[in-house]
């Protein structure tokens, strides 16, 4: 028996749309398939992190086809949810129309992590496991939030 259920759209936005959007995206895409359809995208795009693709890679996720794009690049999709993941996208994001409910979820940003390579990579790893956890709650956990 075959499920004609709409997937619940989701656009996971920060500024750079290098690291936590395209982890989140690459998340959902690899946890929530059958039930988010997973975007991601930036204030001002800036490349998709190579240690983010690292860090997704190590956890059997190949984001590595990823690009960055503008949000605005989205305007045509009508979301369910557009899930800001840093300060500066929840402030910069714009009004979206339609039924998308605007939810803000910061995580901390590995992208200026300083030290030797494995403590940056520890830093990207932790992330990355947050934003894991997240994921695996959804599209249950964003029906209360606001």
């Given at each position: 028996?075959?499920?004609?259920?709409?997937?619940?759209?989701?656009?996971?936005?920060?500024?750079?749309?290098?690291?936590?959007?395209?982890i989140a995206e690459g998340w959902a895409r690899h946890l929530?398939?059958?039930?988010?359809?997973?975007?991601?995208?930036?204030?001002?795009p800036i490349g998709v992190s190579s240690r983010a693709i690292?860090?997704?890679?190590?956890?059997?996720?190949?984001?590595?086809?990823?690009?960055?794009?503008?949000?605005?690049?989205?305007?045509?999709?009508?979301?369910?949810?557009?899930?800001?993941?840093?300060?500066?996208a929840a402030q910069s994001c714009p009004v979206f129309g339609?039924?998308?409910?605007?939810?803000?979820?910061?995580?901390?940003?590995?992208?200026?992590?300083?030290?030797?390579?494995?403590?940056?990579?520890?830093?990207?790893?932790?992330?990355?496991?947050?934003?894991?956890?997240?994921?695996?709650?959804?599209?249950?956990?964003?029906?209360?939030?606001?």
């Amino acid at each position: 028996m075959t499920e004609n259920k709409e997937k619940t759209k989701v656009l996971f936005i920060c500024t750079g749309n290098a690291c936590r959007s395209q982890i989140a995206e690459g998340w959902a895409r690899h946890l929530k398939s059958a039930s988010i359809e997973a975007y991601s995208a930036g204030v001002r795009p800036i490349g998709v992190s190579s240690r983010a693709i690292e860090s997704m890679a190590e956890a059997g996720v190949d984001i590595s086809w990823h690009k960055s794009q503008h949000l605005s690049e989205f305007a045509d999709i009508e979301f369910d949810y557009v899930i800001t993941l840093c300060d500066n996208a929840a402030q910069s994001c714009p009004v979206f129309g339609g039924k998308a409910k605007v939810i803000h979820r910061p995580f901390h940003d590995p992208y200026f992590a300083e030290g030797t390579k494995e403590e940056v990579m520890m830093e990207f790893r932790e992330v990355r496991e947050e934003i894991r956890a997240f994921v695996e709650s959804m599209p249950e956990s964003l029906e209360s939030s606001k």
